[in-house]
C-alpha cells in the first residue's frame, strides 16, 4: 500500500484521538484491534502514530518555536496534525526526504483544510527543515540516559534515601528523647505549681501557728484574770476586818467611859 494512503490512514487517527480528547495509542490500540469497514490500519501508518505519540513533545516545541503566527494549540486540528506527522518524517525518519514529507503534507492541507493552510504549512515546515540542526541539538539535551548512567543513577538516589531514612530515624529518636525531658515551658510549669504547693504549705503552717499563738494568749488572759478576781476578794475581806476591828474599838471606848 503506498504511504500516501498510510499518511492519511494515520492522520485520520491523530485527528479522532485529538478531537475526543483520548490518548493515541489508547485509540490506536482499538483501531488495529477493531478496523471496522476499513481494511486493517498499514504498518507505516502505525509507525507514523507511534512516533508522533513518542516524541510529541519535542515535535510541538519545534513547530512552536518556528510558527510566524499561532500556537500548536491555536491551530486548526487537521493542520497540527498534518505538521505533527510531517515533522516527525523530516526529524526521526531517515528513510523520507524532507521535501517529500512538506510535499505529502501539503497536499493532505490542500484535500482536508481551508485555502490558506497549504501555505501555512509550507512555510512552517520549511522553518523547521532550515533549523534541524537547531532542532536536533534540543533532542541530544533531552535523550535519555543510558541504562548505565541510570542505574548508578538509581543507585545513588537509593544510598541518598538510605541516608534520608537514617537521618530521619535520628531524629525520631532524638524526638524521643526530648519527650522524655520536659521542655523549658513545661519545667517552668513544674516550678512554679511546686512553689504555689509549698505557699500553700507555708500559709498551712502559718495560720495554725497563728491559732496556737491565739490560743495561749486568750488562755494567759483567762489565767491572769483570776488571780486579779482573788486579789478583789481579799481586798474587800480586809476591808472588812478594818472595819470591824474599828467598829470593836469603839464599843469598848465607849464602854471603858461608862464606867468611869
Known amino acids: 500500500m503506498a504511504r500516501s494512503t498510510a499518511r492519511k490512514r494515520a492522520l485520520n487517527t491523530l485527528y479522532e484521538a485529538d478531537e475526543k480528547g483520548q490518548e493515541i495509542l489508547s485509540l490506536l490500540a482499538e483501531r488495529i484491534e477493531h478496523p471496522g469497514a476499513q481494511t486493517p490500519l498499514p504498518e507505516y501508518a502505525i509507525d507514523i502514530i507511534r512516533g508522533v505519540n513518542e516524541h510529541l513533545r519535542t515535535i510541538d516545541y519545534a513547530l512552536n518555536e518556528y510558527s510566524p503566527s499561532w500556537k500548536v494549540r491555536r491551530m486548526a486540528v487537521v493542520d497540527r496534525n498534518i505538521l505533527r506527522m510531517a515533522t516527525w518524517e523530516m526529524l526521526y525518519n531517515d528513510e523520507v526526504p524532507d521535501k517529500v514529507a512538506i510535499d505529502e ?21 520549511s ?15 533531552a535523550a535519555p540516559v543510558s541504562v548505565d548512567s541510570q542505574d548508578n543513577e538509581d543507585s545513588q538516589n537509593v544510598d541518598d534515601s538510605q541516608d534520608v531514612e537514617g537521618q530521619t530515624g535520628d531524629e525520631s529518636a532524638g524526638e524521643s528523647s526530648e519527650d522524655a525531658q520536659p521542655t523549658d515551658v513545661e519545667a517552668m510549669d513544674i516550678d512554679i505549681a511546686d512553689l504555689q504547693i509549698g505557699a500553700s504549705e507555708d500559709l498551712d503552717e502559718a495560720l495554725s501557728d497563728e491559732a496556737h499563738i491565739a490560743s495561749d494568749s486568750e ?4 489565767q491572769d484574770r483570776v488571780p486579779e478576781e482573788g486579789r478583789s476578794d481579799m481586798s474587800d475581806s480586809a476591808e472588812h476586818n478594818e472595819n470591824d476591828d474599828a467598829f470593836g474599838n469603839e464599843e469598848t471606848a465607849e464602854s471603858k467611859h461608862s464606867q468611869g
Open 105 to 125: 503534507a501539503i497536499s493532505l492541507s490542500k484535500t482536508l483544510s481551508d485555502a490558506e493552510s497549504p501555505s501555512f504549512i509550507h512555510g512552517l515546515l
Open 127 to 141: 522553518a523547521v527543515d532550515d533549523h534541524r540542526d537547531d532542532i536536533h541539538e534540543v533532542i541530544e539535551e
Open 219 to 222: 488562755l494567759k488572759s483567762e
